[in-house]
T-cell receptor, first 116, second 112 residues
């Protein structure tokens, strides 16, 4: 049982390049999330998928797209990377997305992305 | 502005007790969660309070006062390995749904 896995662990891009961050969970969770973490800013939600087949914008969605490929996998795509997207990206999953209910989130190890 | 307020840094000595405070936005409040994150690591869930009072899990406890829009994380018998960042989090209403929202984190430094 690996929990939440993310690839790659590290990535360096040049401005304008594109890439996809991969995330998978083996806990049969319904909901999945993508966050970015910048120094002093905490975790900010980029996109989430409450259940398979749905995706919604979070607090900071500009410059990103997502795909919920199946129940296990949720990918994040940067179409044209910018230096402002230099950050650590975390994927997370939870069993439920119950409206206002807070459900425990399980996080992956993160992807450290640098955009030059 | 930031809807969850917590101190940026707290220091304490090994063996002591430390309290990390968090004030939150009251509109549509459902509950307060706490997460721990070691340097370079993933956040991990510590505790959750939906109702007033204290929740205890070993050396860690979390408290909530809904009337004061305030909660705290209490760490007892501090150990060096407790040096980490601690985040409070709540779901906030946004565009007809709820978005998990985190505070900016409190860096706990434990000295020998």
């Amino acid at each position: 049982n690996a929990g939440v896995t993310q690839t790659p662990k590290f990535q360096v891009l040049k401005t304008g390049q594109s890439m996809t961050l991969q995330c998978a969970q083996d806990m049969n969770h319904n909901s999945m999330y993508w966050y970015r973490q910048d120094p002093g800013m905490g975790l900010r939600l980029i996109y989430y998928s409450a259940s398979e087949g749905t995706t919604d914008k979070g607090e900071v969605p500009n410059g990103y797209n997502v795909s919920r490929l199946n129940k296990r996998e949720f990918s994040l795509r940067l179409e044209s990377a910018a230096p402002s997207q230099t950050s650590v990206y975390f994927c997370a999953s939870s069993e439920l997305w119950g409206g206002g209910r807070t459900d425990t989130q399980y996080f992956g190890p993160g992807t450290r992305l640098t955009v030059l | 502005g930031q809807s969850l307020e917590q101190p940026s840094e707290v220091t304490a000595v090994e063996g002591a007790i430390v309290q990390i405070n968090c004030t939150y936005q009251t509109s549509g409040f459902y509950g307060l969660s706490w997460y721990q994150q070691h340097d370079g690591g993933a956040p991990t869930f510590l505790s959750y309070n939906a109702l007033d009072g204290l929740e205890e899990t070993g050396r860690f406890s979390s408290f909530l006062s809904r009337s004061d829009s305030y909660g705290y994380l209490l760490l007892q018998e501090l150990q060096m390995k407790d040096s980490a960042s601690y985040f409070c989090a709540e779901p906030l209403a946004s565009g007809g749904s709820y978005i998990p929202t985190f505070g900016r984190g409190t860096s706990l430094i434990v000295h020998p």
